[in-house]
Nanobody, 124 residues
Framework: QVQLVESGGGLVQTGGSLRLSCAAS????????MGWFRQAPGKEREFVAV???????YYADSVKGRFTISRDNAKNTVALQMNSLQPEDTAIYYC??????????????????WGQGTQVTVSA
């Protein structure tokens, strides 16, 4: 079992930055694939970024160049640095863990564990 707790969401103006953090317990973040997904009102949950156990990083096209995923093995946390935020980035952001083999394209169904989510709101 993996328990995940997100923090760092909030309200920011267009062009601003936020840093989300995900604290994991039950497994080390370096032993599983860790991801961030988001769900906007009325939309399906979508992939944002993943850091594989090997260290490889993958991003959705919509966030490439603006978001950066990283992990801190000593603290057993994963972070999502979000820059140049836009109103379309408004969503609930979820931290997730995939204890199996990372498959492409990356889909929500392949991830086994989820946090409770943290709200990110970008005002125009």
């Amino acid at each position: 079992q993996v328990q995940l707790v997100e923090s760092g969401g909030g309200l920011v103006q267009t062009g601003g930055s936020l840093r989300l953090s995900c604290a994991a317990s039950g497994r080390t973040v370096s032993s599983v694939d860790m991801g961030w997904f988001r769900q906007a009102p009325g939309k399906e949950r979508e992939f944002v970024a993943v850091i594989a156990w090997s260290g490889g990083k993958y991003y959705a096209d919509s966030v490439k160049g603006r978001f950066t995923i990283s992990r801190d093995n000593a603290k057993n946390t994963v972070a999502l640095q979000m820059n140049s935020l836009q109103p379309e980035d408004t969503a609930i952001y979820y931290c997730s863990a995939d204890a199996g083999t990372l498959r492409f394209p990356i889909k929500t169904e392949t991830f086994d564990y989820w946090g409770q989510g943290t709200q990110v709101t970008v005002s125009a």
